[in-house]
């Protein structure tokens, strides 16, 4: 969660099930903010013996979000949410990677290959294999 002084509140900045994208996606959008003059503070929120904990208290100058103000507990629809965006995003990288490669115009076929990739494959395992789709495709 990133404090916004302006606004004097608290806005969510990045979701993930893993804490290192979290905290590529934070040190990313602290980096921006600095750049352009802001100040910046980071609360890092995530699950501990199935509650919401706060990690790495923020520094003083921004009061901290209280426990019971931090992310809302899940749903039972949250992490079946989160699992779709994944696969959506992993079939989107595989899709710009086979348009780079000049493969355009897929049948069903392949559009279920597509899927199944997107559903079976991690992020950087697909991300690897669109980079060697768009490598293919530069060297016509």
């Known amino acids: ?16 099930p893993h804490r290192s994208p979290v905290l590529y996606a934070a040190g990313d959008m ?15 929120w995530g699950p501990k013996d199935g509650t919401w904990h706060l990690y790495d208290a923020p520094a003083a100058q921004a009061p901290a979000p209280a426990a019971s103000a931090g992310p809302p507990p899940e749903g039972p629809g949250e992490p079946a949410k989160l699992a779709e965006r994944m696969t959506d995003r992993r079939h989107q990288v595989l899709m710009a990677g086979l348009s780079k490669a ?16 997107a559903d079976r494959l991690d992020e950087p395992t697909v991300r690897r ?12």
């Open 1 to 16: 969660m990133f404090h916004q002084p302006s606004q004097s509140s608290w806005t969510v900045a990045a979701e993930s």
């Open 30 to 44: 602290a980096q921006t903010l600095r750049a352009r003059g802001d100040e910046v503070t980071v609360a890092l």
């Open 102 to 117: 000049g493969l355009y115009e897929l049948g069903p076929e392949d559009g279920e290959a597509v899927r199944v990739l």
């Open 129 to 140: 294999v669109a980079h060697w789709l768009s490598a293919a495709g530069g060297q016509r």
